[in-house]
C-alpha cells in the first residue's frame, strides 16, 4: 500500500497518528521548497522581464522542457503550436494531468519592478505593443516547475502517473484547443484527474482560495452587423438609420438576461464595441456591433444566443430593414470557451489537506466569475471521466486592503513573490499527493 495510501486508512481509525504524518511530510516538502526557492525565484522573475504573447510562446516552452526533462520527465515538445506535454510514471495508480498556461499580454508594464517588462514583440496582426506577464502566468510557470522538481523527488509517496502540460494561447481561448486536436489524450496518457491553480490578486499571498461547481464562464463573441439604407442626416425620412435601429438594439438585448433567463441562472450579455458612420450629416449603411456572452451551463448559453438573433431580427423588422437589409449575427466559434467546473468530490478532498496543511484560516471558499478560462476544455473533452480542480493562489500583500491593488490585467499587477512562490508549490506539490496517494 502506498504512504498515502495508509494515511487515508488510518485517518479513520488513528486520525491523531495520520496528522502527525501529513505534518512530517509537509516540513519535508517545506524543506525542498525552500531549498529550490532561489532558483524558481531567478526562474519566475525571467520569465517576467522576457514575457511572450499568445502562439509566440517559444522561449516559455523550452525553457519548460529543459526543467522538465532535468526532473527525470519524458518531455514532447510543439503540441498544439508551443505546448510542451512531460510524462513521469511511477507504479500502478491514477493519472493525474497538471497545467499550467504561458503566454503573457499585449500591456505596458507600469510596476516599476527591477525586473519589470521592456518587451516589444509584434501581434498577430503585426503590430508592435508592449507585452507584459498581467495575469500572472509567469508564476504559474515557476510554481508547475516547482511541483515537478519536488513530485520527483518524492516518488516514495505517491503511485500513478503525471502528465504536466505547458499550455500556449490561454489568454486568447485557444491553446487547450490546440493541444487537445494535436492529440493530447491519444499520444499521452489520458488523465483521471486535471489540476491547475491560477493567482488571485485579491487574496493575499499564503493563503488559497478554492470553488466547487462552476467556477469559470463560457465565454462566446458575437459580432452583429445591423443594415440600414444611408442617406442625408437632414433627410432621414429618405432612409432606415441604422445607427437608431443599433441603439435600440443594445437596450433591448438586456431584456435577454432580466426576463428570459432565470435569476437564479448567472448570465452576462455585454456590448463593448459599436462602430458605425463617418461624418455629422450622413446615415450609414450599416453598424457593427461586438458583445461578449457569458453563462455557465450549455443550455442558458444556447438559449442566450438564439436570443439574440431573434432580437436583432425583430428589432431591425420593426424598424423596416428585413430581408437582404435584416442583420447578420455571427457567432466566433473560433473564439469560444468552455466554462469550467470544479468537481467536488475531488475539492472536498483536496481542500481538506489545504486546511490541515496551511490552517483553516488560510483557505478560503471564493464567488464564481465570469471571466473565462479554457482549462474548461479538458474536463469537456474527457467526456465526464476526468475530475478537474482549478484553485487560487493568493498573491495579494498581506499588509495592503486588497480592495486597492492592481487587479489581474492591470498595468501594474505584481505578486508579492516568496510567500506567493512557497504557497502555490506546496499547494500544487499536495494537491497532486492528495490524489496519488490513495
Known amino acids: 500500500m502506498a504512504p498515502l495510501a495508509l494515511l487515508a486508512f488510518l485517518l479513520v481509525t488513528c486520525p491523531r497518528i495520520v496528522l502527525g504524518a501529513e505534518l512530517a511530510l509537509d516540513e519535508q516538502i517545506q524543506a525542498l521548497v525552500d531549498k529550490n526557492y532561489l532558483r524558481l525565484k531567478d526562474y519566475y522573475t525571467d520569465l517576467h522581464a522576457h514575457p511572450e504573447l499568445s502562439r509566440q510562446e517559444k522561449r516559455a516552452s523550452e525553457n519548460l522542457s529543459r526543467e522538465l526533462k532535468e526532473a527525470g520527465f519524458e ?22 494531468l497538471v497545467r499550467t498556461d504561458m503566454d503573457a499580454l499585449p500591456v505596458k508594464e507600469e510596476t516599476g519592478l527591477s525586473y519589470a517588462s521592456a518587451a516589444e514583440v509584434k501581434s498577430e496582426d503585426g503590430a508592435l505593443t508592449p507585452v507584459m506577464h498581467a495575469c500572472g502566468h509567469d508564476m504559474h510557470q515557476a510554481v508547475f516547475v516547482g511541483a515537478a522538481r519536488l513530485l520527483s523527488q518524492l516518488k516514495s509517496n505517491w503511485s500513478g502517473t503525471l502528465v504536466f502540460i505547458g499550455q500556449p494561447a490561454e489568454e486568447i481561448g485557444a491553446g487547450a484547443k490546440a493541444m487537445l486536436k494535436d492529440g493530447l489524450f491519444m499520444r499521452f496518457p489520458k488523465p483521471d484527474f486535471a489540476l491547475a491553480l491560477h493567482v488571485d490578486s485579491s487574496l493575499a499571498a499564503g493563503a488559497v482560495g478554492y470553488r466547487e461547481g462552476w467556477a469559470f464562464a463560457n465565454v462566446d463573441s458575437v459580432d452583429i452587423t445591423v443594415k440600414g439604407r444611408g442617406g442625408h442626416g437632414a433627410y432621414p425620412e429618405n432612409s432606415i438609420d441604422p445607427v437608431v435601429i443599433a441603439s435600440r438594439l443594445v437596450v433591448a438585448l438586456q431584456t435577454i438576461v432580466s426576463r428570459e433567463i432565470k435569476p437564479t441562472e448567472p448570465a452576462v450579455v455585454t456590448v463593448g464595441a459599436i462602430h458605425g458612420g463617418s461624418k455629422h450629416n450622413i446615415i450609414p449603411d450599416e453598424v457593427r456591433l461586438m458583445l461578449t456572452v457569458r453563462s455557465y451551463t450549455d443550455e442558458v448559453r444556447a438559449r442566450i444566443l438564439d436570443a439574440i438573433k431573434r432580437i436583432a431580427l425583430h428589432v431591425a423588422a420593426s424598424a423596416g430593414a428585413e430581408g437582404d437589409l435584416a442583420p447578420e449575427v455571427k457567432v466566433l466559434d473560433e473564439e469560444y470557451t468552455p466554462a469550467a467546473y470544479n468537481d467536488s468530490a475531488l475539492v472536498l478532498r483536496v481542500v481538506g489537506n489545504f486546511r490541515r496543511i496551511f490552517g483553516a484560516q488560510n483557505v478560503l471558499e471564493k464567488e464564481a466569475v465570469m471571466g473565462g478560462e479554457d482549462f474548461g476544455r479538458y474536463r469537456r473533452a474527457a467526456g465526464g471521466s476526468l475530475q478537474s480542480f482549478m484553485f487560487r493562489l493568493g498573491s495579494a500583500d498581506p499588509k495592503t486592503d486588497p480592495k486597492q491593488l492592481p487587479s489581474l490585467h492591470s498595468s501594474k499587477y505584481a505578486p508579492v513573490v516568496e510567500p506567493t512562490l512557497k504557497t502555490g508549490v506546496r499547494a500544487m506539490t499536495w494537491a497532486v499527493l492528495t490524489v496519488l496517494g490513495g
Open 75 to 96: 518531455v514532447t515538445g510543439g503540441v498544439g503550436g508551443y505546448g510542451v506535454v512531460g510524462g513521469l510514471k511511477n507504479g500502478d495508480g491514477p493519472t493525474v
